[in-house]
């Protein structure tokens, strides 16, 4: 199948490639354009010293999507098959079975599962190991919880897969373009009480405040708060718990490149140090169409329809020209909130055989405080005392990441975007070497700075100035409930013809599955505009089994 018509992707991050994949499917000649030297965008790879670093996501879940991207031909976008087949979930197909990269996967990376999923630190010194298996858990939450909180366990689990299967696998592909549609969604999310904020959601649950942390802080990973963001998101919980967390050998820039070769092979090209400066409008029948892009040094490349992978708010405020936008004005998109944004400490250490005894490969260690923690960084936007972190550790499945006898790691602080004005160049060393003391005083790393062989750090600055994300917000805007489905920047843009988002910052949202998710309905949309493709489909499994 070839259609002969030309499609410019902005931004190679997964989103980005995923787009670029599906495009070449739906028979486009597809030309990615990237602003860094190379590809995956939030996901882009530090090297340094011989380690090799992540620089974003490094939570792999829902591998069924990684498979069905791989398995795409050109001509063959296969955008009628179910969404969720039914082999994918049976219990055969959980985490515990070891089922991680398809065979098609396979053939571009390795995938391999990662247990426990987190290891949870309380600043107590005690933990949770997270770990989806159901008598582990209730065995922890007898041993942390209070009176009462493992039969609040057993109806949170209840009522979070009931908000899983209607969410999540009824649900996750539907495109909000219209206020219909969302109100048609309104009583089912009232009768699952998916509304209220996900941290008022564990609190029917659970006494304790450490169980409430434990099944709360996964939106964190997202961009979002907790205590705002809506209990449809108690849904992650089961994502997570039915097909596992997962990690790419060689790190997710392995699962980058795989992306990137796929889609050459498809016939698609990518162009490096390319930012696009402009995106190209005309008038035509008293329409606007987006007619392509015009590159920082003045090239320009005509294109039948653009697809924008970059942050939603520099998108809409920079790339296009005021007098083309009247949904996406400049006063529409500066009131949406964005997501919060983040402090990460790249280091490489020599190992001396103790970093197993406490960590594991994924580790949340969170602080005293917990609400009026995420109100800091939300609301008040102030640089706390206090500070919960993700520490990753990838060599401890992976020792090929770092040279023999040593650790790459990286530890993530949440902090509040730029719209702070916190001065980061003053500020952040002396944070680093804060959080850096915490890890080795606190006994995660004993004799850690000792130990540091290569250390770098990255603040909001770089997400705005180097990521182009507006207010270096580092997820898109922030998905509180205002801010979601119908209300949630759409996939296909309202003001110009032919111009369509995909990733964090479209529906469904942030997330390395949800920019997947957003790829394949952005390519529904295109493919229903221009007539291409197979006829769209409605998203359900195709024999819907619970899970």
Same mark, same amino acid.
């Given at each position: 199948?070839?259609?002969?018509?030309? /499609?410019?992707? !902005?931004?190679?991050?997964?989103?980005?490639? /995923?787009?670029?994949?599906?495009?070449?499917?739906?028979?486009?000649?597809?030309?990615?354009?990237?602003?860094?030297?190379?590809?995956?965008?939030?996901?882009?790879?530090?090297?340094?010293?011989?380690?090799?670093?992540?620089?974003?996501?490094?939570?792999?879940?829902?591998?069924?999507?990684?498979?069905?991207?791989?398995?795409?031909? &050109?001509?063959?976008?296969?955008?009628?098959?179910?969404?969720?087949?039914?082999?994918?979930?049976?219990?055969?197909?959980?985490?515990?079975?070891?089922?991680?990269?398809?065979?098609?996967?396979?053939?571009?990376?390795? !995938?391999?599962?990662?247990?426990?999923?987190?290891?949870?630190?309380?600043?107590?010194?005690?933990?949770?190991?997270?770990?989806?298996?159901?008598?582990?858990?209730?065995?922890?939450?007898?041993?942390?919880?209070?009176?009462?909180?493992?039969?609040?366990?057993?109806?949170?689990?209840?009522?979070?897969?009931?908000?899983?299967?209607?969410?999540?696998?009824?649900?996750?592909?539907?495109?909000?373009?219209?206020?219909?549609?969302?109100?048609?969604?309104?009583?089912?999310?009232?009768?699952?009480?998916?509304?209220?904020?996900?941290?008022?959601?564990?609190?029917?649950?659970?006494?304790?405040?450490?169980?409430?942390?434990?099944?709360?802080?996964?939106?964190?990973?997202?961009?979002?708060?907790?205590?705002?963001?809506?209990?449809?998101? /108690?849904?992650?919980?089961?994502?997570?718990?039915?097909?596992?967390?997962?990690?790419?050998?060689?790190?997710?820039?392995?699962?980058?490149?795989?992306?990137?070769?796929?889609?050459?092979?498809?016939?698609?090209?990518?162009?490096?140090?390319?930012?696009?400066?402009?995106?190209?409008?005309?008038?035509?029948?008293?329409?606007?169409?987006?007619?392509?892009?015009?590159?920082?040094?003045?090239?320009?490349?005509?294109?039948?329809?653009?697809?924008?992978?970059?942050?939603?708010?520099?998108?809409?405020?920079?790339?296009?020209?005021?007098?083309? &936008?009247?949904?996406?004005?400049?006063?529409?998109?500066?009131?949406?909130?964005?997501?919060?944004?983040?402090?990460?400490?790249?280091?490489?250490?020599?190992?001396?055989?103790?970093?197993?005894?406490?960590?594991?490969?994924?580790?949340?260690?969170?602080?005293?405080?917990?609400?009026?923690?995420?109100?800091?960084?939300?609301?008040?936007?102030?640089?706390?005392?206090?500070?919960?972190?993700?520490?990753?550790?990838?060599?401890?499945?992976?020792?090929?990441?770092?040279?023999?006898?040593?650790?790459?790691?990286?530890?993530?602080?949440?902090?509040?975007?730029?719209?702070?004005?916190?001065?980061?160049?003053?500020?952040?060393?002396?944070?680093?070497?804060?959080?850096?003391?915490?890890?080795?005083?606190?006994?995660?790393?004993?004799?850690?700075?000792?130990?540091?062989?290569?250390?770098?750090?990255?603040?909001?600055?770089?997400?705005?100035?180097?990521?182009?994300?507006?207010?270096?917000?580092?997820?898109?805007?922030?998905?509180?409930?205002?801010?979601?489905?119908?209300?949630?920047?759409?996939?296909?843009?309202?003001?110009?013809?032919?111009?369509?988002?995909?990733?964090?910052?479209?529906?469904?949202?942030?997330?390395?599955?949800?920019?997947?998710?957003?790829?394949?309905?952005?390519?529904?949309?295109?493919?229903?505009?221009?007539?291409?493709?197979?006829?769209?489909?409605?998203?359900?499994?195709?024999?819907?089994?619970?899970?």
């Amino acid at each position: 199948m070839e259609n002969g018509k030309k /499609a410019i992707v !902005i931004g190679s991050g997964i989103g980005g490639l /995923a787009m670029g994949i599906r495009l070449q499917s739906l028979g486009f000649d597809t030309t990615i354009l990237e602003k860094l030297d190379g590809p995956g965008g939030r996901a882009y790879v530090r090297r340094a010293q011989g380690f090799t670093f992540d620089m974003g996501p490094t939570v792999i879940t829902v591998p069924h999507f990684i498979e069905e991207l791989f398995s795409l031909e &050109r001509g063959q976008p296969n955008l009628n098959a179910p969404d969720f087949p039914s082999e994918i979930l049976g219990e055969e197909k959980r985490v515990k079975t070891g089922v991680s990269g398809g065979p098609n996967t396979s053939k571009y990376v390795q !995938i391999v599962p990662i247990l426990p999923f987190y290891r949870i630190y309380f600043d107590d010194g005690s933990f949770f190991d997270y770990d989806g298996d159901p008598e582990h858990t209730r065995e922890q939450v007898a041993r942390l919880g209070e009176p009462g909180d493992l039969e609040g366990y057993e109806r949170f689990h209840r009522d979070a897969k009931a908000i899983f299967e209607r969410g999540f696998l009824e649900l996750g592909y539907t495109h909000f373009g219209d206020l219909g549609t969302m109100l048609r969604v309104v009583p089912d999310l009232l009768r699952l009480d998916a509304v209220r904020t996900l941290f008022g959601f564990t609190r029917k649950y659970f006494k304790s405040p450490k169980l409430r942390q434990v099944f709360s802080f996964e939106t964190l990973l997202v961009g979002g708060n907790p205590l705002s963001v809506p209990a449809i998101y /108690a849904m992650i919980h089961f994502v997570e718990k039915t097909w596992g967390i997962h990690f790419a050998l060689g790190g997710t820039g392995a699962l980058v490149n795989g992306l990137v070769r796929k889609f050459q092979e498809l016939g698609g090209q990518i162009r490096y140090t390319a930012e696009v400066a402009k995106i190209n409008v005309q008038r035509q029948g008293g329409k606007k169409l987006a007619k392509g892009v015009t590159l920082l040094d003045g090239e320009i490349l005509r294109g039948d329809i653009v697809v924008s992978n970059g942050d939603y708010a520099n998108t809409y405020l920079r790339l296009i020209e005021p007098q083309y &936008r009247f949904w996406n004005s400049d006063v529409v998109v500066k009131a949406r909130k964005q997501s919060m944004s983040l402090f990460v400490i790249y280091f490489g250490f020599r190992a001396d055989g103790s970093e197993a005894e406490k960590l594991r490969h994924h580790n949340i260690i969170l602080g005293p405080r917990y609400e009026g923690l995420l109100e800091d960084i939300f609301q008040n936007k102030v640089l706390a005392k206090d500070f919960p972190q993700y520490l990753h550790i990838p060599t401890l499945t992976d020792p090929k990441l770092a040279p023999p006898g040593h650790h790459a790691a990286y530890t993530l602080v949440p902090v509040p975007h730029n719209g702070s004005r916190l001065d980061w160049e003053l500020m952040g060393e002396p944070f680093a070497q804060k959080i850096l003391g915490f890890l080795e005083k606190r006994g995660y790393l004993p004799g850690l700075r000792e130990r540091l062989v290569y250390q770098s750090f990255v603040t909001p600055d770089y997400f705005e100035g180097t990521l182009n994300s507006y207010l270096g917000n580092a997820f898109g805007p922030e998905p509180v409930l205002i801010q979601s489905a119908f209300f949630r920047p759409h996939n296909r843009s309202e003001d110009i013809a032919n111009l369509y988002l995909v990733g964090a910052g479209a529906q469904p949202g942030a997330g390395t599955p949800s920019v997947m998710m957003s790829a394949k309905m952005t390519a529904r949309l295109i493919a229903e505009d221009f007539g291409v493709g197979a006829e769209e489909s409605s998203g359900r499994p195709d024999d819907f089994v619970t899970v």
